[in-house]
Every structure is written in structure tokens, then in C-alpha cells.
């Protein structure tokens, strides 16, 4: 009998009751991708000699009654933006395709620490921004709720994975919405932390300023088990918070009763009419969230095209801070997608970064106003369902205000969840966002909402 | 919605950063560059001169 799909929660009941066997859901996981990988292009690289190394000593915890805790033995997968000590790194890049870090990233340590078994290495948008690519070492990686279908980006091919039951977690980065974006379109639940609550060190930097790693999974319990294993102080990144870790399970089943919601319509109804079924998502979650006793309100905040006019500019010109060396001497190297938005960066004065953090200061100050008078906010994570992926327009974020970026501007904590679904049985979902380093909080009312409803018992037909 | 860059000013940007593009490159970059000019435009608000960057980044500092 299969273990997977499984969440992490009911893998490591089966672990911590030694029904299950972690080289055995190692060995399963490996088939699964080996099986699913020619349709899906999750994966760029499989590592299935880490992975059972790993999976004895979890296995050898688990005989001695010394598991290292709720994410021992579980099987899961790195964004290929974050370094892996002896495997290659590569930022699914041809620029980088032959980089062997010597360490792993803080954040993979802390996951390996915790007695996680990699799989192998995870599809991104090249450099975690150009995508969906066609003309890179590897191929996209395909959404498996129609593989004809775009996962969103970059954190393509964990959203790939673990919608498809291949490992039921893995890293992501959110610099713009790449945690939020693959979460929505594949079904899952995925948080982008606060700023500064979890490590960047070894992580390929997009844009310094707006950078945040975070984990994906199916429920937004495994979220929480998963970021609980990855916060807290790392003085080697210089955005690091200085301050202790937060409990982030403790309260995680104490529900929404007197919490103060604000929905911020105008964003998904108005600034960007989103599809009707991304829509009655977000109604759809604020009315579950009232009836466990939340108190909704509507919130305005500046119109969602400023907030993306100032996140792609900032995010522009950092990114081409990042990859001015090799403009020179390795534009070629480049998929067609990210080289044309470098290019498109250089257009970008010195004068327009600095005015746009000047706005940016003006939209933290607005957002921190507006949070005076809530605890939470709510919104679409999503335009619409997920569109071909044959269709996506390479500069679908210039063309239209994208609904995640406000969140990386102010820093704080934004979480994905599925509120069901629309056009052809495609997920949507909404947004949670709350205050910075109030990350427990975001997690405490996304599994209220999902206690309350049903949509995590649907999985894709090919992940059965 | 805002002009395109004027080929002069794009091609000095591009010469800048060493860039070089086939004309089918520069013909697209130079239509798509009327989103950056929006962008641009967009962040300009009217402020008092003192108005400080958020170069200082600090999640949830009131400005």
C-alpha cells in the first residue's frame, strides 16, 4: 500500500508509530518522481543517494525512539535556487549549470537537521524570474492538475511536486509572489514569512531588498511544522531578524473568534478584475472565516498599480545589480524571457530606484495605517485560473498589476490558501496577510479555514 | 499609457550595460519599455522634499 500522497502531519504519525518506514516513503517518493518527473518536469536532478543515506539515519532514529522531531524522515524537495553541498545548483540556468556549492544554504540545513530526506533538486524560473522558459537546459515544469497548464513562478517545480504527492513539501522563494503565485495555481498552501524570519544565506539572491524563502505544502498545518524548522536568527544574512524564533504551533488550533479581518476588495475586484471563481474564493473564505467568529471589514488601500509600479521597479534593478557581471560576458547564456527583462532593468535610473523607495516608504506607512483597525487582511492570490502555459506573455507583469508583490514591499507575512475551484476543476486561492512577524497568526486562520472545509481532500487524478 | 523610450536614450542604455540585441530585440524591447516609462511616472508623487527612501528596510516601521 502506498503512503503518498500524504500530508507531513500524517506521515510522521505513521513514523512516530513506526507503522511506516522513512527508507521505504524515501524509496516511494523516488518511484513517484521517476514515474511522474517525463510528464511533469518537476525535477531537474534526483538525488537518490542523499535521499536513502538520509532515510537510514532517520530510519535508525526511528528504531531507537530518538526522531528529531515532526519532520523526520519525510521526504522533500529544494527550489534549485538554494544551495545543496556537492549537488549542483544551477538556478535552472545555463549560466550556472556546473555550480557545486561546498555548503548547504542555512535554511536546507535546518530541514536536514530536522531529519528531512532529499529527493532532489526542484524546476524554478531561471534565477527565480524568467518563466515559463522553452529555451533553457531544462524544460518548465507542468502544473499536474492539467499538464497543459502554467504552475506560475518561479517556485514552478515545488508546486509541481507537491500538488503531484511526489514529496509532500519544499523551499520556495517569494519576491514578488513566487511562493503565493505556484501555491494558487496548484492547489496547495504556501507562506511567504515575514522579511527577515528566515535565512537567504545560500540562496540565489533575485532582489535583496524584497527576497523572502518559505515552505509549500498541501496544508497549512505541514506549512507551519515546515516554517517552525526554518525561522529564526541568522547572523550570516545581513536581513536577518535578531530576534528569538517565534512558536508557531502552539496556537496554530486556536481559531479566528474576535479577529478583526479586512478584506481589500478594490485590489481583486476593481484595480484587477480577477475571474469569477477567484472571486467567490476570496468571498468564499472571508464567509468561513465569519461563521468561526472572525469580524470582517473592507479595507482601501492605494491602488494595486502603484504597489506593483514600485515592486517591479526595486525588484528590477536589484536583479540587475545581481547579474550585471554576466551581462557582459554571458547575455547569450540567458533565456530569451530573462534576458529581455535585464535588458529592460537597464532602462532603470538611479533616480527612479531611489524615488521608488521613497514610495515604497509612503506604501508601508499606508498599509500600517490601514492594519491599525485589523488583524489580518484578505485577498486574491490570483487573476484567474491557471492559464496555458504556452500562453503565458513574457511580460505579464509589466502588462498587468500582479496581486502578491504589496506584500513583499512591506515585509510582511502573506500566506496562499485554497479556496477551491474554478474553469476546468483548476484550484484557486486567496491570501492571508498579517502583520510583521505575526507569521503564527497568518497560519492560526488558514487552518481554521481549512478545518472548516473540504477542499484538502481533493487531489489531482494524476497524483492517485 | 505612456510612450515608449526613445530609441536614442535606449540604445545608450543598452551600449551602457555592454548589451548587445538583434534588431527583432530591440524593436520589442523598445514597445514593452512604454511599461517601465508608466512605472516611472506612477512612483513620482507629489511629496515634500524631505520624504525618506525605505533604504533602511524595517518590516512594519511607521514612517
Redesign the interface.
Known amino acids: 500500500m502506498s503512503a503518498l500522497p500524504a500530508t507531513i502531519a500524517d506521515l510522521h504519525r505513521a513514523i512516530a508509530a513506526k507503522s511506516l518506514s522513512p527508507v521505504e516513503l524515501a524509496r516511494e517518493a523516488l518511484a513517484r518522481a521517476e514515474r511522474l518527473n517525463p510528464t511533469l518536469h518537476a525535477f531537474i536532478r534526483l538525488t537518490p543517494d542523499i535521499a536513502l543515506d538520509q532515510a537510514r539515519a532517520a530510519e535508525a532514529r526511528q528504531m531507537q525512539g530518538a526522531l528529531h522531531g515532526p519532520l523526520d524522515g519525510i521526504p522533500v524537495g529544494h527550489k534549485d535556487i538554494f544551495e545543496t553541498a556537492g549537488v549542483p545548483t544551477t538556478g535552472h540556468s545555463r549560466v550556472m549549470e556546473h555550480h557545486v556549492p561546498a555548503q548547504d544554504a542555512t535554511v536546507v540545513r535546518a530541514w536536514a537537521e530536522a531529519g528531512m530526506v532529499m529527493v532532489g533538486k526542484l524546476a524554478t524560473h531561471e534565477f527565480a524570474w524568467g518563466g515559463p522558459s522553452f529555451d533553457l537546459p531544462w524544460p518548465p515544469a507542468r502544473n499536474p492538475w492539467d499538464t497543459t497548464r502554467f504552475t506560475a513562478g518561479s517556485s514552478t517545480g515545488t508546486g509541481a511536486a507537491v500538488a503531484a504527492g511526489i514529496v509532500p513539501a519544499g523551499t520556495g522563494s517569494d519576491t514578488g509572489g513566487s511562493i503565493r503565485g505556484p501555491a494558487g495555481l496548484c492547489g496547495l498552501a504556501g507562506i511567504k514569512p515575514t522579511y527577515g524570519l528566515c535565512s537567504r544565506t545560500g540562496v540565489l539572491p533575485l532582489a535583496h531588498s524584497l527576497d523572502t524563502t518559505g515552505p509549500l505544502a498541501w496544508t497549512v498545518e505541514d506549512c507551519a511544522l515546515l516554517l517552525q524548522a526554518m525561522a529564526g536568527h541568522d547572523p550570516s544574512d545581513p536581513s536577518s531578524a535578531n530576534r528569538p524564533a517565534p512558536d508557531l504551533l502552539a496556537g496554530l488550533g486556536d481559531g479566528v473568534k474576535g479577529l478583526r479581518i479586512g478584506i481589500i476588495r478594490h485590489f481583486h475586484e476593481s484595480d484587477l478584475v480577477v475571474t469569477p471563481a477567484v472571486r467567490h474564493g476570496v468571498d468564499h473564505l472571508a464567509e468561513v472565516l465569519e461563521a468561526e467568529g472572525a469580524v470582517l471589514s473592507d479595507v482601501t488601500l492605494p491602488p494595486l498599480m502603484d504597489w506593483n509600479a514600485t515592486g517591479w521597479l526595486i525588484l528590477m534593478v536589484e536583479a540587475l545589480a545581481v547579474h550585471e557581471p554576466w551581462l557582459r560576458t554571458r547575455f547569450r547564456d540567458y533565456g530569451e524571457i530573462l534576458r529581455e527583462r535585464l535588458a529592460l532593468a537597464t532602462l532603470v535610473s538611479g533616480a527612479d530606484y531611489v524615488q521608488a523607495q521613497r514610495r515604497r516608504r509612503e506604501l508601508c506607512a499606508a498599509m500600517a495605517e490601514a492594519m491599525r483597525g485589523c488583524d489580518l487582511l484578505l485577498t486574491a492570490a490570483q487573476a484567474s485560473e491557471a492559464p496555458p502555459i504556452d500562453k503565458v506573455s513574457k511580460f505579464a507583469s509589466l502588462e498587468a498589476p500582479g496581486l502578491t508583490i504589496p506584500f513583499n514591499l512591506t515585509g510582511q507575512p502573506a500566506m496562499t490558501v485554497c479556496t477551491g475551484f474554478g474553469e476546468g476543476g483548476l484550484p484557486v486561492g486567496a491570501q492571508i496577510i498579517g502583520r510583521p512577524f505575526e507569521d503564527a497568526l497568518v497560519l492560526r486562520a488558514g487552518h481554521a479555514f481549512e478545518r472548516a472545509t473540504s477542499w484538502r481532500q481533493r487531489r489531482p487524478a494524476l497524483a492517485a | 499609457m505612456a510612450e515608449p ?1 526613445p530609441a536614442a ?2 540604445d545608450a ?2 551600449a ?6 538583434t534588431e527583432a ?1 530591440r524593436a ?2 523598445i514597445d ?2 512604454r ?2 516609462a ?3 511616472g ?4 507629489e ?1 515634500a522634499v524631505g ?5 533602511l ?7
Do not use: D, K, N
Open positions: 523610450y536614450v535606449f542604455a543598452m551602457r550595460a555592454g548589451i548587445t540585441l530585440e520589442t524591447l514593452v519599455s511599461h517601465i508608466a512605472s516611472t506612477r512612483i513620482r508623487t511629496r520624504v525618506e527612501p525605505a533604504t528596510f524595517v518590516p512594519g516601521q511607521r514612517a
